[in-house]
């Protein structure tokens, strides 16, 4: 941490002179007085992350609300969201669509859910998304042990697996429109692609702040979906009335085991456990965009993390209420513990049966 901020303390001084009236030189001398003294840590700056958009187990009042079979119709807009390695949850989701004949007209992933989203939309079935877990398991299980260690390792080893199983790299190849989630960095704005690099795209969704590396795309640098929204639920009905004349009922797959609404008081909990300290510190950073010249410039892309993270209740559209969530409760089983694929699998399926009748 504390070589990434000087290697860039200079492009930000120069970057900020026009900002002396904003007191930013202030907040910068801060966040290096709090790295030099280990206040500041990446370890801590993780957790903070972590905990802000992977929030603890409660359920949405309306979520799991059983619904007819025959109201769904043979199509639905399918909604997949983020969660890391909850994500196999959305595979017995989708198992469970199938066995009652319904079918996706359209998936709109973010993080996890675009992971899934673009192998099923591509052609792979809920039971060879099994089998490559079971095929994968011991790489997944290097995930599982690799979070605190390098964040270019973490990225090359998701890299391998989507170059390895994905059949298409073109969204225009897929059986299945796909609409996936990725969160801009140097704009801190939700960007939704539905052409272009489809490995990129995938692995941009997922690619969770400080343990995965940010990924440049164009104009963009981009990280994990959910950062910002964790269901673009806006997106599935913008494109269910243009394109479906809002015929389509919206389905929700949320394997966070948190409907998406800001836990302030989580939150507060939370930071109840770091050093006063370190809270100053985040309170200081964050109040502004600040410009980020490339995926390396770290202390900018924390700055706009932080800037996000503080403002996601307001920037994320919420549920409108006519929504079907599905929500498997998978309690106690974290972002990255890959050995539970299975038994997330299996609740996934069983949830959603319980759903639809």
């Given amino acids: 941490m504390k070589s990434l901020y000087r290697r860039n303390l200079d492009y930000l001084n120069t970057a900020y002179l026009s900002f002396k009236d904003k007191n930013i030189p202030k907040y910068l001398k801060k966040l290096q007085d709090s790295i030099e003294k280990e206040i500041f840590t990446a370890k801590k700056l993780k957790d903070y992350v972590h905990d802000f958009y992977y929030y603890s187990d409660r359920n949405y009042e309306k979520t799991n609300q059983p619904i007819d079979r025959n109201v769904l119709g043979e199509k639905v807009a399918l909604v997949l969201s983020g969660g890391g390695a909850r994500g196999a949850a959305h595979a017995g989701v989708l198992k469970a669509l199938e066995s009652y004949g319904i079918k996706p007209a359209f998936i709109v992933g973010t993080s996890a859910g675009s992971v899934v989203g673009a192998a099923y939309s591509t052609g792979i079935s809920p039971d060879e998304m099994l089998e490559i877990f079971t095929k994968e398991e011991k790489t997944f299980f290097k995930l599982s042990h690799l979070r605190s260690l390098s ?25 299945i ?4 989630n990725a969160t801009d960095v140097k704009r801190c704005e939700r960007c939704i692609f539905s052409t272009g690099d489809l490995t990129e ?8 702040p400080f343990l995965f590396d940010p990924l440049s795309y164009e104009d963009y640098i981009l990280v994990d979906g959910g950062v910002i929204d964790n269901f673009c639920v806006d997106v599935a009905r913008m494109i269910n009335k243009n394109d479906f004349q809002g015929e389509l009922k919206i389905v929700i797959s949320d394997v966070s085991a948190a409907t998406d609404m800001t836990s302030r008081m989580n ?8 050093s006063q300290e370190f809270v100053d510190t985040v309170k200081l950073v964050g109040k502004e965009v600040y410009p980020v010249r490339d995926e390396k410039d770290v202390l900018s892309i924390i700055n706009n993390l932080l800037y996000i993270l503080t403002r996601r209740g307001g920037l994320a559209p919420e549920l409108s209420g006519d929504e079907i969530i599905i929500t498997p409760m998978l309690e106690n089983m974290g972002v990255f513990e890959f050995k539970k694929y299975r038994w997330a699998y299996n609740k996934g399926f069983e949830t959603a049966n319980i759903v639809i009748q």
């Fill in 151 to 175: 964040q270019r390792t973490m990225t090359q080893i998701m890299r391998s697996i989507f170059t390895k199983y994905l059949p298409f790299n073109e969204f225009e190849n897929t059986k």
């Fill in 177 to 180: 429109p796909l609409y996936i």
């Fill in 201 to 208: 795209l995938v692995l941009a969704s997922s690619a969770i």
């Fill in 267 to 274: 939150t507060s909990h939370f930071l109840l456990n770091l």
